[in-house]
């Protein structure tokens, strides 16, 4: 099994692992040797070996790897910033820290900042 | 008085240089050591049954007093918040954790050499590598820091170290001990393992650890034997074993099998015999396939399980622009080449157009492996009887080929893929170095796996083959 530079590129890109191109070479040779060695399993007769694809078929998805939630612009998902800073609700657990005169019990979910709190 | 063990421990790490410029074993010291041990004994009344008793834990292995890197830069500094149900379950059992051991980088590895931390060095020959990936843990043990340390198993990541190191180490049926806590790397493969300076300790400490954990869904619910009774009993009388069949499968004594290991595995069975068993040769024909199937499963499955390590969630970050760009630069800083090897080889292998060819068919031959233990096991054979490695420990730096390093696996990740249990004993040495027999298991067969153990153990004590003793921790 021969792994090309581009596999290699491909599969970088699939796993996320950045790579200096000036290791494709040592990468894709290492890869097709080991690769070289698991050609011996083509050879073993599986027949009898209960083909799980036929009792429940597995569903593969495509090569493009799972959605990157982080790609999504920031606003869709935090409307306020202030100072660089993402402005979020604040939490029912915060509520025995209630400043400003606050009540502890305060609703979670308040989209209006706490100005200490906000960062 | 109860934290005189600890301090010892400490002591001794201390005069063999376990630190990083001397034999490399000890990536961290736990700072409140010496105080867990004396406020555990004031709570526990002295009566557990490791009050006070060091031990070692391998850097995968959730702790909360010291981090958790997995010897890697990406895990570098990273303390877990919450604590492995084994350690847990140790502490309960008045344990106190003196440190964590160096590995191979997220377990990845059969010599200790790829670690962020640099290397460790096996103490009865420091030019010489501990086998790995467990190898911190082996060593703390043959050095005599402790008399048990917890390492990680995957393909033969205790048993391989312990054989180098010439010391006791244990891999557990799958689902025998809870993983919780442990950092995922193949999941189908992984267990929590003991290595120990005996036989007794490592019972001692598996019947501690092992059991149903509801925070582990892959946890059997199995009783817990008295692992340290059935130790016992095999150490008393003279033919402990009457009534024992022993297996010596063919595929494990290969015409390349460096010769000295072929002479203590001989010199064992012939012992074993001695002690009442019958040997009997048998057939695993599709061992042959074990590298092949394994280094194709365990980095499919590292491939994804490292997917966590994105620069997000966990440890280091290299910052960039953009999102995607930090998520390629931190893991090409964070991980090494070995990791990345494995990524690379697990993402390839399960990718459009070679996932029948590689993963499918590798958990095919997988079925198959595991069908040869369960046709021998049925066929009236109680126990197998193996070597643990093909050769002694080899020179650090010896070994630069992947696949070569691969095959310092090929007796033990058969277990791994079958998912029974086996065990690493001391048979004496070669060329003055530890040798290591393995002794193999039907699913949940722990107790007899010990008990033939023990009574190797005891009657090869005195050998003129054996070991030199580590020196106690205390």
């Known amino acids: ?119 | 008085m109860t934290g005189s063990l600890v301090r010892a421990a400490l002591d001794r790490a201390a005069s063999v240089g376990a630190g990083r410029e001397g034999l490399n074993i000890l990536v961290a010291v736990n700072p409140h050591a010496v105080a867990d041990a004396e406020s555990a004994a004031a709570r526990g009344g002295g009566q557990r049954l490791l009050e006070g008793v060091p031990v070692a834990i391998k850097d995968n292995i959730a702790t909360l007093d010291t981090p958790t890197t997995c010897g890697s830069r990406i895990l570098a500094g990273y303390v877990s918040p919450f604590e492995a149900t084994v350690v847990e379950r140790l502490r309960a059992a008045g344990a106190v954790v003196l440190g964590k051991t160096n590995m191979d980088e997220f377990a990845m590895g059969s010599s200790t050499e790829h670690s962020a931390y640099g290397p460790t060095r096996n103490p009865r020959d420091p030019c010489r590598v501990p086998g790995g990936s467990s190898g911190g843990s082996a060593a703390a043990v043959a050095a005599g820091i402790v008399r048990i340390a917890l390492g990680s198993e995957t393909g033969g990541s205790v048993r391989q170290p312990a054989s180098f190191c010439g010391v006791v180490g244990v891999k557990p049926t799958y689902g025998r001990v809870s993983r919780y806590g442990l950092v995922a790397f193949a999941s189908s493969l992984d267990q929590v393992g003991v290595l120990a300076q005996s036989v007794e300790d490592a019972a001692l400490a598996l019947g501690i650890i092992a059991g149903r954990d509801p925070r582990d869904a892959t946890s059997a619910g199995r009783d817990v034997p008295d692992y340290r009774s059935a130790v016992r009993r095999a150490a008393t009388g003279t033919t402990p074993l009457a009534g024992v069949v022993v297996g010596r499968p063919r595929e494990y004594f290969p015409d390349g099998l460096h010769p000295g290991v072929r002479e203590r595995c001989d010199a064992a069975l012939n012992t074993l015999a001695e002690l009442g068993a019958t040997i009997r040769d048998v057939s695993l024909p599709h061992t042959t396939y074990a590298i092949p199937v394994y280094y194709i499963v365990a980095p499919a499955e590292a491939s994804s399980n490292l997917a966590r390590f994105d620069g997000v969630r966990y440890g280091a970050r290299v910052q960039a622009e953009a999102v995607t760009a930090m998520y390629d630069a931190t893991r090409s800083h964070g991980f090494g080449a070995e990791v990345t090897r494995r990524i690379l080889l697990g993402t390839y292998v399960l990718s459009a157009g070679y996932y029948d060819a590689y993963y499918k068919r590798a958990q095919d031959v997988r079925t198959l492996i595991t069908a040869d233990f369960r046709r021998v096991f049925a066929g009236g054979v109680d126990l197998l009887f193996t070597p643990t490695a093909p050769t002694p420990a080899f020179k650090l730096g010896s070994i630069s080929d992947p696949y070569e390093m691969y095959l310092n696996d090929i007796f033990t990740a058969t277990a791994n893929l079958s998912g029974v249990p086996a065990i690493s004993v001391p048979i004496g040495t070669a060329e003055g170095l530890p040798v290591g027999g393995q002794i193999i298991a039907p699913h949940f067969g722990e107790a007899s796996m010990f008990a033939a153990a023990a009574a190797l153990e005891h009657a090869l004590e005195h050998s003129p083959g054996a070991p030199p003793p580590s020196a106690p921790a205390s």
């Open chain 1, 1 to 119: 099994m021969s792994v090309s530079h581009d596999d290699v590129r491909r599969v970088a890109a699939l796993a996320r692992v950045g790579l200096d191109e000036r290791r494709l070479p040592a990468l894709a040779a290492e890869l097709s040797g080991i690769l070289d060695h698991m050609a011996v399993l083509a050879r073993v007769d599986v027949a009898a070996v209960t083909d799980l694809a036929q009792e429940g078929e597995v569903h593969l998805r495509p090569d493009s790897g799972p959605p990157i939630p982080l790609l999504r612009p920031l606003p869709t998902f935090a409307p306020l910033m202030r100072d660089g800073f993402l402005i979020v609700p604040r939490l029912a657990t915060h509520g025995g820290e209630a400043r400003h005169g606050e009540s502890p019990g305060a609703p979670v979910g308040n989209d209006r900042p706490d100005e200490e709190d906000s960062a």
